[in-house]
């Protein structure tokens, strides 16, 4: 379901340069950001690139791209 919101056209700007790169649409790079920084805001204690790899990792598992772990190298 959508809202809509007034945004700061600043904040659209940037959105539009940055989901240009990334494949996504204007909306869907704001709704990126505010998934993040919802993410962040939960977890101070974690950095952008551990969100990231948090976030593929459960991508990969909801593919079913997973292996057993067998616990040796």
């Given at each position: 379901m959508g809202t809509t919101v007034s945004l700061d056209s600043n904040l659209v700007s940037?959105?539009?340069?940055?989901?240009?790169?990334?494949?996504?649409?204007?909306?869907?790079?704001?709704e990126h950001w505010a998934k993040i920084g919802r993410i962040a805001e939960d977890n101070p204690d974690l950095n952008y690139s551990a969100i990231k790899n948090i976030l593929l990792g459960l991508a990969d598992i909801a593919e079913g791209d997973v292996e057993d772990y067998n616990g040796s190298l």
């Open positions: 940037a959105a539009r340069s940055y989901s240009s790169v990334e494949s996504r649409s204007v909306p869907r790079q704001i």
